[in-house]
């Protein structure tokens, strides 16, 4: 029995970069050989495929006694929404709503002193 499989691995739109623990391991399409010992027991593989404007999506593959070739659909990324700031009001005084008191002579009864 081969010590091996190859995993053809493919994305839709194609030209998705993969990973494997943060190692870039090339473009879709792709072919990757796996060591049958790297997924013996029920371990898996996980890669990730990512391309701008779409969501990264994992793809995982386990043991196989043959060739294996798998087509990753890459989901578009939605428009973000986002909550509007607020608005600060620091900094940004209103004038008083009523005018300042004024003497006999319409003159402010407000003096200051230096």
Same mark, same amino acid.
């Given at each position: 029995?081969? !010590?091996?499989?190859?995993?053809? &691995?493919?994305?839709?739109?194609?030209?998705?970069?993969?990973? %494997?623990?943060?190692?870039?391991?090339?473009? *879709?399409? &792709?072919?990757?050989?796996?060591?049958? @010992?790297?997924?013996?027991?029920? %371990?898996?593989?996980?890669?990730?495929?990512? !391309?701008?404007?779409?969501?990264? *999506? @994992?793809?995982?593959?386990? @043991?196989?006694?043959?060739?294996?070739?798998? *087509?990753?659909?890459? !989901?578009? %990324?939605?428009?973000? !929404? +986002?909550?509007?700031?607020? +608005?600060?009001?620091?900094?940004? @005084?209103?004038?008083?709503? *009523?005018?300042?008191?004024?003497?006999?002579?319409?003159?402010?009864?407000?003096?200051?002193?230096?």
């Amino acid at each position: 029995m081969p !010590t091996s499989f190859v995993l053809q &691995l493919d994305s839709t739109p194609t030209g998705a970069r993969v990973t %494997e623990n943060g190692v870039v391991l090339g473009i *879709t399409p &792709l072919q990757i050989a796996i060591e049958r @010992a790297s997924v013996a027991n029920g %371990e898996t593989r996980v890669f990730q495929l990512e !391309t701008s404007g779409y969501t990264t *999506t @994992a793809f995982a593959q386990g @043991a196989s006694d043959a060739d294996v070739a798998h *087509t990753v659909a890459l !989901t578009p %990324e939605t428009a973000r !929404t +986002t909550r509007p700031r607020p +608005t600060s009001t620091a900094g940004t @005084a209103k004038p008083p709503a *009523t005018s300042p008191a004024k003497g006999p002579a319409g003159e402010s009864d407000i003096r200051l002193k230096r």
